[in-house]
């Protein structure tokens, strides 16, 4: 059988203290339909890059990483769909993460943006819409997390 072609779009998202995050969606070039989402951490004194995998397959699609200066990322999990099963996921250095927020069906974001707080928590911003008509259109908070 033939390989498909892909094409690749990188988005750099934050540096934050001693790290770096992006996202690389790819993209069928046959649909031009995304077919893949993953995301990166780049530790900068060490010079290492780790891709963040996806542990299960009804959530393949990783996006919107934010990280903090600590290390610690935040960034969104989901089917393919828009709104079906997204999560907002926090990820320490250890590879532990929690599922800080479920979005309601239809509802999910695109980037997300952390925030260090003075008194060590800190606050996750992302840009929470609908999936249809307007979407994308309020920057909504996740305090001290």
């Given amino acids: 059988t033939e390989t498909e072609r892909r094409a690749f779009d990188i988005t750099p998202?934050?540096?934050?203290?001693?790290?770096?995050?992006?996202?690389?969606?790819?993209?069928?070039?046959?649909?031009?339909?995304?077919?893949?989402?993953?995301?990166?951490?780049?530790?900068?004194?060490a010079a290492t890059t780790t891709r963040i995998p996806a542990p299960d397959t009804e959530r393949p699609a990783q996006y919107g990483p934010s990280v903090d200066a600590d290390g610690v990322m935040y960034f969104g999990r989901s089917s393919k769909a828009?709104?079906?099963?997204?999560?907002?996921?926090?990820?320490?250095?250890?590879?532990?993460?929690t599922v800080l927020y479920e979005f309601p069906?239809?509802?999910?974001?695109?980037?997300?943006?952390?925030?260090?707080?003075?008194?060590?928590?800190?606050?996750?911003?992302?840009?929470?819409?609908?999936?249809?008509?307007s979407a994308f259109a309020n920057i909504l908070k996740l305090p001290s997390v």
């Fill in 13 to 45: 998202t934050q540096v934050n203290g001693n790290y770096a995050v992006w996202m690389q969606t790819t993209y069928s070039k046959k649909t031009e339909r995304p077919v893949r989402g993953d995301i990166f951490l780049y530790d900068i004194a």
């Fill in 82 to 97: 828009c709104g079906e099963n997204a999560q907002l996921i926090s990820r320490q250095l250890d590879g532990t993460e």
């Fill in 105 to 133: 069906t239809n509802r999910d974001f695109g980037f997300s943006f952390a925030v260090d707080n003075a008194n060590n928590t800190t606050d996750v911003y992302f840009d929470g819409g609908k999936c249809r008509g």
